[in-house]
């Protein structure tokens, strides 16, 4: 998994989500008819039981291939223009001199002008300057023919101090009303309540666009809704390779499935920088994020107070939706720099407490708790079934991770291949004491949590974890001897020699111990043979695409073999995988993602990748 920056290839930058460079990348699926307004059909909803910020360090990876923008494949059909500097709309309009008479192109003085020639097809590109005006669209393109709102090449947008109204409420100047197949491109969002809203609203995407500063963000102290980007029953969208700085919620991903966040940059924001509540099969892919006024990350179900605001009320539902945070997908991203905080439920990496998720090939550094599986009433009492791998945990100013307490379910969450290394410690006055504790629990509770084949060690000594309120810290096999409430098995303790730990380069030196120390993520139960079509001991650290336009499945490797294959299907039921090319096995072989070297490594960079 990498980290990378943004590549534009286009030179109307606009784009079709290509291939990823992780372990995952791109397989479509039907889409909606054309101006279809209706959810898609989904997976059935779970049964309800100040100063810009400093510079981001250095490179941590080789490169990798962002999302990239081509304008030929939105089947667009003609281009018209918004030019603000227009006095009146016009049929001769001269991009040159901007200006109307001497050309032959059809311009608009103004965005809400534009609304009546607004068709699938249409690709508006919007002459630069500050637009005191709502970007609303309630047209829909199609499936092979998009509606876009694009700025002019080399030109720089903002709709600037606007806010769009619904009923009696205010929200962002960005407003997709219940369409599809929208592409909104290159649009900065500056002086506004938030930053926009889709609602009901599918196959859209939102790119290299810059959102800043809500009026609510109140130095960070603000939290409501309004102030980000609120995507709401809203499925199979883009977020991609934008920029977000000081909203409150800057991000939020409610009751929503099948949505893709890549690419984007995230900082500072009131509450979190972003959130997924009762939605499933999102993807939150190679993004950096930081955040010194609060935590960065959260995952949950929804409590009812959630669901009874959805952007004035249209969508919204009094009764909680729980266990239906299902199968999302976190990989490739820096969570860094938030704030110091006194317990586990504040300034952390991510906050979870979904259910059959993957978190993977992330770096969590100088955050609270780089990940804390929460466990409170009501939105976080189901957090179970989550495989987090080969992730990467060092100088968190408290812990690597931090385990709730079980309350409806929380069980079979398993960690496997993950460095925690050096993290700070954590005391119950305040995160600053030298105790070094890489896991800490919030209960003796049994929570049914694995910790299989990771390197957990700091210099400060063997005590690595603890138990919140208790001065005492144990080693791995003393706190399963009197506690017990966690099991370890085949776990690492060594200094895993980064690159350059102290300059954030988390690459493995070719010396590490890390190399080849890894465990297989699942053996393979199928008699021994070749096929397409596997049975695994366990598939949930596997990804299929989640039927994403443009996503493929995991590359995957068998223990032994150099050949690899794409998941193309995963039954989670049958637990079984369908792959796009025979491979051929061994029962009890074990299962990768694609891998160099005899196994994988621990860690979030795989040497040679």
């Known amino acids: 998994m990498y980290i990378?920056?943004?590549?534009?290839?286009?030179?109307?930058?606009?784009?079709?989500?290509?291939?990823?460079?992780?372990?995952?990348?791109?397989?479509?699926?039907?889409?909606?008819s054309a101006g279809a307004l209706e959810p898609p059909a989904v997976e059935p909803v779970f049964a309800d039981t100040g100063a810009e910020p400093e510079a981001v360090p250095g490179p941590v990876s080789g490169p990798t291939v962002l999302p990239t923008l081509i304008a030929e494949s939105f089947g667009f059909t003609s281009t018209l223009y918004i030019d603000n500097?227009?006095?009146?709309?016009?049929?001769?309009?001269?991009?040159?001199?901007?200006?109307?008479?001497g050309g032959s192109e059809r311009a608009f003085f103004s965005i809400a002008a534009s609304g009546a020639a607004a068709a699938p097809g249409i690709n508006f590109l919007i002459r630069g300057g500050d637009y005191r005006e709502v970007l609303h669209v309630s047209t829909s393109g199609s499936a092979d023919a998009y509606l876009g709102y694009s700025a002019y090449p080399g030109e720089v947008v903002t709709l600037v101090g606007v806010d769009s109204w619904d009923g009696a409420e205010e929200y962002g100047p960005i407003w997709l009303d219940q369409v599809s197949y929208v592409l909104v491109n290159e649009i900065d969002v500056r002086g506004s309540i938030g930053f926009g809203r889709l609602l009901n609203s599918h196959y859209n995407i939102i790119s290299s666009s810059s959102f800043h500063e809500s009026k609510i963000w109140n130095n960070g102290r603000g939290s409501s809704k309004r102030g980000g980007l609120y995507v709401a029953f809203?499925?199979?969208?883009?977020?991609?390779?934008?920029?977000?700085?000081?909203?409150?919620?800057?991000?939020?991903?409610?009751?929503?499935?099948?949505?893709?966040?890549?690419?984007?940059?995230?900082d500072l924001a009131g509450h979190d920088l972003w959130n997924i509540k009762c939605g499933s099969y999102n993807v939150i892919r190679n993004n950096q994020f930081s955040n010194k006024n609060q935590k960065l990350g959260s995952v949950f179900d929804c409590e009812s107070s959630t669901l009874a605001w959805h952007g004035n009320g249209e969508f919204a539902q009094r009764k909680a939706v729980l266990n239906s945070t299902q199968y999302n997908l976190i990989e490739g991203n820096i969570f860094r720099d938030s704030v110091r905080y006194y317990s586990t439920s504040g300034g952390n990496g991510i906050q979870y407490a979904g259910q059959n998720g993957i978190i993977r090939g992330n770096l969590f550094y100088r955050v609270n708790a780089g990940l804390a599986m929460a466990s409170y009433r009501d939105e976080a009492t189901y957090n179970y079934g989550n495989r987090i791998y080969n992730n990467t945990f060092h100088n968190n100013w408290c812990t690597a991770v931090a385990i709730g307490k079980p309350i409806n379910k929380m069980a079979d969450n398993q960690y496997k291949n993950n460095i925690l290394w050096d993290n700070q410690g954590l005391s119950q006055e305040?995160?600053?004491?030298?105790?070094?504790?890489?896991?800490?629990?919030?209960?003796?509770?049994?929570?049914?949590?694995?910790?299989?084949?990771?390197?957990?060690?700091?210099?400060?000594?063997?005590?690595?974890?603890?138990l919140w309120g208790n001065p005492e810290a144990y080693t791995?096999?003393?706190?399963?001897?009197?506690?017990?409430?966690?099991?370890?098995?085949e776990n690492l303790a060594e200094d895993p020699l980064f690159v350059d730990e102290y300059g954030n380069d988390y690459r493995l030196h070719s010396a590490?111990?890390?190399?080849?120390?890894?465990a297989f993520l699942s053996t393979v139960t199928s008699a021994s043979g070749s096929g397409t079509t596997l049975q695994l001991a366990d598939v949930n650290s596997f990804y299929d695409g989640f039927a994403i336009p443009g996503e493929v499945g995991d590359r995957v490797q068998i223990e032994g073999r150099s050949a690899t294959a794409v998941i193309i299907h995963i039954n989670h039921k049958r637990k079984m995988i369908i792959l796009d090319k025979a491979l051929t096995w061994k029962q009890g072989d074990g299962i990768a993602l694609s891998y160099k070297g005899s196994k994988p490594d621990i860690g979030a960079f795989e040497l040679g990748q």
Request: hydrophobic share 35%; proline share 2%; charged share 20%.
């Open 234 to 266: 809203s499925h199979y969208n883009r977020i991609l390779n934008n920029r977000f700085y000081k909203g409150t919620d800057s991000l939020a991903i409610i009751h929503s499935n099948h949505n893709l966040v890549e690419g984007n940059r995230m």
């Open 512 to 518: 590490s111990p890390m190399v080849d120390s890894g």
């Open 476 to 489: 791995i096999k003393g706190f399963e001897n009197n506690l017990g409430a966690i099991s370890f098995s």
């Open 85 to 101: 500097k227009l006095k009146l709309s016009c049929g001769d309009y001269n991009p040159s001199s901007r200006a109307c008479g």
């Open 430 to 466: 305040q995160c600053y004491d030298s105790s070094a504790k890489q896991i800490l629990l919030l209960s003796r509770l049994k929570s049914g949590d694995r910790f299989i084949n990771n390197n957990i060690a700091s210099r400060a000594g063997e005590d690595v974890l603890g």
């Open 4 to 32: 990378n920056m943004l590549k534009l290839i286009s030179p109307f930058f606009l784009l079709l989500f290509l291939l990823s460079g992780c372990a995952s990348g791109g397989k479509g699926e039907a889409l909606l």
